[in-house]
């Protein structure tokens, strides 16, 4: 592959997210999150692992801000844990929780790292799911309340804010298709958590520019789904376009456009009458962004079943649900063809070049960030100590050249996150998993290299892209 060059205030970083590497989660005032809830019920979690201790980086943050600074990374993502900062119902302020995140912003600023904070990564305080959990509208009202509290304490110090990482998944995987907490099988819910999401991004983003000024930066991470027709016939296009509306656009339309796209509400008709849609929603929702942020991983091929026809309402609401896609039950999902990762994802990079082109297209004013893109395998330490983790280093070459490509055909993306700076809890897969630059001993804590961290250092370092295979 010939090395490709990124401009020089291009950002390199690395992300995480609290409840996968903090551990910690009783120090402090913390109180249970919907994860530390969901990772008790037993066959939740594949290994019946938790976030408990993870990669403890909540003592051992200065550590791992020494190894960010060592990669030469210029900005690291990181997530602020709702629990710590409001452990109680009353939402009264634990400053001790906060005061972590002004630790490890100010470690961050000292090293030269930028902070990018995510307000929520999934980590839902218990008592809120009690109290109805996404599908419930005062979820949305009470994330606009803490993110005020955060904005107003760290708002001369956060680079930029991401409100929500993954609404996707948290709507569908938490509450269609229960794999992740809490753990919910109800489509009708599902559809509630996403516009309930929706509103609590733009909660978020006002709160932001009220506590923070209104020239803090602001952003939410999507994880768009880029989906291929199994064939060109026009079947195979509708259940391309039918995904994209409930995966893509639902959160697309209200927070790029201020609308959703009128055959959502048809597509889910025998789902939900979509009654907690209320006037002047969509007004909060639609907040001015300084730039989007895009995780990519993998795509999908799917296809129409044949001769399949959506259930009426009382058949659709008779039975239990199944699947992460509400209102898609004549949709169908072919297996992914290798090579695989280890989390059985394909390798797409090409999907990544089409998704950002694709977005720039419909948004041409709209400043982009991939701020997740990795890869999970079988990582060894071999005998000399270090993870010789080739496959790691191919796929992270192909994608950033794919970006290089999107970028190169007009895309505006001004940063990169890999996704993840330290192999971590991959949520139900436990730790079984391992997404990161860093190898990690969970019994030690010890941090390894791996040599995707060498090649990911040698790319910041010199703003263009190594060879993936020194041998090349
Ligand atoms: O580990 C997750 C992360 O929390 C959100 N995006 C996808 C990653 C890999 O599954």
Same mark, same amino acid.
């Given at each position: 592959m010939t090395p490709r060059s990124f401009p020089a205030d291009f950002v390199w970083g690395t992300a995480t997210a609290a409840y996968q590497v903090e551990g910690?989660?009783?120090?402090?005032g913390r109180t249970p999150s919907i994860w530390d809830t969901f990772c008790a019920r037993?066959?939740?979690i594949a290994d019946g692992g938790? $976030? #408990?201790?993870? /990669?403890d980086q909540y003592h051992r943050y200065l550590d791992d801000i020494a190894l960010m600074a060592e990669l030469g990374v210029k900005a690291y993502r990181f997530s602020i844990a709702w629990p710590r900062i409001q452990p109680t119902a009353d939402g009264t302020l634990n400053q001790a929780g906060l005061d972590h995140y002004s630790r490890l912003t100010d470690a961050l600023l000292a090293h030269g790292i930028a902070p990018v904070a995510t307000?929520? !990564?999934?980590?839902?305080p218990q008592y809120l799911e009690d109290a109805g $959990? %996404?599908?419930?509208?005062?979820t949305a009202a009470r994330f606009g309340d803490y993110a005020a509290v955060v904005a107003g304490a760290l708002g001369d110090r956060i680079d930029t804010w991401t409100t929500l990482n993954e609404p996707w998944c948290s709507a569908y995987l938490g509450?269609?298709?229960? &794999? !992740?907490?809490?753990g919910r099988r109800d489509h009708p819910a599902a559809l509630a958590a996403a516009h309930h999401l929706n509103l609590a991004h733009g909660l978020g983003v006002q709160a932001i520019r009220a506590q923070a000024g209104g020239t803090a930066r602001t952003s939410i991470t999507l994880n768009l789904q880029v989906l291929r027709p199994a064939t060109d016939s026009a079947a195979d296009q509708r259940a391309v376009a039918q995904l994209e509306r409930i995966g893509n656009d639902i959160w697309l339309g209200p927070l790029?456009?201020?609308?959703?796209?009128?055959r959502l509400f048809s597509d889910t008709a025998h789902v939900s009458d979509w009654s907690f849609l209320r006037d002047g929603d969509l007004a909060q929702i639609h907040q001015p962004l300084s730039l989007l942020g895009i995780n990519y991983y993998s795509s999908s091929t799917v296809r129409q079943r044949a001769g399949a026809v959506p259930p009426t309402w009382p058949e659709a609401h008779s039975r239990p649900w199944r699947g992460a %896609?509400?209102? /898609? &039950?004549t949709v169908e999902f072919l297996p992914p063809t290798g090579p695989l990762t280890a989390m059985g994802w394909n390798q797409d990079p090409s999907g990544l070049t089409e998704l950002l082109l694709s977005v720039h297209r419909r948004w041409p004013e709209l400043e982009l960030m991939v701020t997740e893109n990795g890869s999970a395998f079988d990582d060894q330490v071999a005998d000399d100590g270090s993870i010789h983790d080739r496959e790691r280093v191919a796929y992270l070459a192909a994608h950033i050249e794919a970006l290089g490509q999107a970028m190169a055909a007009g895309a505006p993306v001004r940063g990169y996150f890999a996704w993840s700076l330290i192999d971590n809890? &991959? %949520?139900?897969c436990g730790y079984t998993k391992r997404f990161g630059l860093f190898g990690v001993?969970? #019994?030690?804590q010890a941090r390894i290299w791996k040599d995707s961290a060498r090649w990911y250092q040698a790319l910041v370092r010199t703003g263009q892209t190594p060879a993936a295979d020194p041998a090349d």
């Amino acid at each position: 592959m010939t090395p490709r060059s990124f401009p020089a205030d291009f950002v390199w970083g690395t992300a995480t997210a609290a409840y996968q590497v903090e551990g910690a989660t009783t120090a402090d005032g913390r109180t249970p999150s919907i994860w530390d809830t969901f990772c008790a019920r037993p066959g939740a979690i594949a290994d019946g692992g938790s $976030g #408990q201790v993870a /990669c403890d980086q909540y003592h051992r943050y200065l550590d791992d801000i020494a190894l960010m600074a060592e990669l030469g990374v210029k900005a690291y993502r990181f997530s602020i844990a709702w629990p710590r900062i409001q452990p109680t119902a009353d939402g009264t302020l634990n400053q001790a929780g906060l005061d972590h995140y002004s630790r490890l912003t100010d470690a961050l600023l000292a090293h030269g790292i930028a902070p990018v904070a995510t307000l929520y !990564h999934w980590d839902l305080p218990q008592y809120l799911e009690d109290a109805g $959990g %996404w599908p419930a509208r005062d979820t949305a009202a009470r994330f606009g309340d803490y993110a005020a509290v955060v904005a107003g304490a760290l708002g001369d110090r956060i680079d930029t804010w991401t409100t929500l990482n993954e609404p996707w998944c948290s709507a569908y995987l938490g509450y269609a298709d229960g &794999e !992740h907490a809490p753990g919910r099988r109800d489509h009708p819910a599902a559809l509630a958590a996403a516009h309930h999401l929706n509103l609590a991004h733009g909660l978020g983003v006002q709160a932001i520019r009220a506590q923070a000024g209104g020239t803090a930066r602001t952003s939410i991470t999507l994880n768009l789904q880029v989906l291929r027709p199994a064939t060109d016939s026009a079947a195979d296009q509708r259940a391309v376009a039918q995904l994209e509306r409930i995966g893509n656009d639902i959160w697309l339309g209200p927070l790029l456009d201020g609308r959703y796209d009128e055959r959502l509400f048809s597509d889910t008709a025998h789902v939900s009458d979509w009654s907690f849609l209320r006037d002047g929603d969509l007004a909060q929702i639609h907040q001015p962004l300084s730039l989007l942020g895009i995780n990519y991983y993998s795509s999908s091929t799917v296809r129409q079943r044949a001769g399949a026809v959506p259930p009426t309402w009382p058949e659709a609401h008779s039975r239990p649900w199944r699947g992460a %896609w509400p209102g /898609c &039950e004549t949709v169908e999902f072919l297996p992914p063809t290798g090579p695989l990762t280890a989390m059985g994802w394909n390798q797409d990079p090409s999907g990544l070049t089409e998704l950002l082109l694709s977005v720039h297209r419909r948004w041409p004013e709209l400043e982009l960030m991939v701020t997740e893109n990795g890869s999970a395998f079988d990582d060894q330490v071999a005998d000399d100590g270090s993870i010789h983790d080739r496959e790691r280093v191919a796929y992270l070459a192909a994608h950033i050249e794919a970006l290089g490509q999107a970028m190169a055909a007009g895309a505006p993306v001004r940063g990169y996150f890999a996704w993840s700076l330290i192999d971590n809890f &991959e %949520w139900a897969c436990g730790y079984t998993k391992r997404f990161g630059l860093f190898g990690v001993d969970f #019994q030690t804590q010890a941090r390894i290299w791996k040599d995707s961290a060498r090649w990911y250092q040698a790319l910041v370092r010199t703003g263009q892209t190594p060879a993936a295979d020194p041998a090349d």
